[in-house]
């Protein structure tokens, strides 16, 4: 399995050239990362609340790397490995804190913008999110499963793959 992840991660300090660049860049990008935001569930009964745990993304980043400064992305990601261990801090009762885990939750797009630090590979950003049945809503005794939509904050280290 480690050898596989070094095949298909980009070398240390790919990071680097999303930053220097003076012009346009795309890459396949992953964010190891803390988020934190506000989700509210789809459906008859919405539920609102706040939510933070970890981030952990694999999508694609177009971006405009600001010279040795900063880089500006619009990033699109398909998988959240993170959605699976997200928490709920507050909201109705009725939902469930922890989520609902399985591969569809896995399956969490989003899109949002992305902004990376010069010499280092710290990044932020803000992203609306969505994923499927994350959430247990009660009403009237009867358990259902709900998908979410989120928007958050996220600091997290960026790790290109391509």
Known sequence: MTAVLERAAAPPGTYLRKRR?????????????????????????????????????????????LGRAFSIGLFANAVDLG????????????ASTAPEVGFQQVLAPGIGLVLGFSRMPLTI??????????????????????????????????????
């Open 21 to 65: 660049a003076r012009g346009w860049y795309t890459t396949v990008n992953t964010y190891l990362g803390m988020m934190y935001g506000r989700e509210t569930t789809t459906g008859a009964t919405s539920n609102s609340g706040t939510v933070a745990g970890p981030f952990l993304p694999v999508g694609v980043e177009v971006g405009l790397g």
């Open 83 to 94: 959605a699976l261990a997200n928490y709920r801090l507050s909201g109705d009762d009725s």
């Open 125 to 162: 950003g803000a992203l609306w999110g969505y994923a499927p049945e994350l959430r247990t809503v009660s009403s009237g005794g009867t358990a259902t499963a709900m998908s979410v939509r989120r928007w958050f904050l996220f600091a997290g280290y960026d790790l290109p793959l391509l």
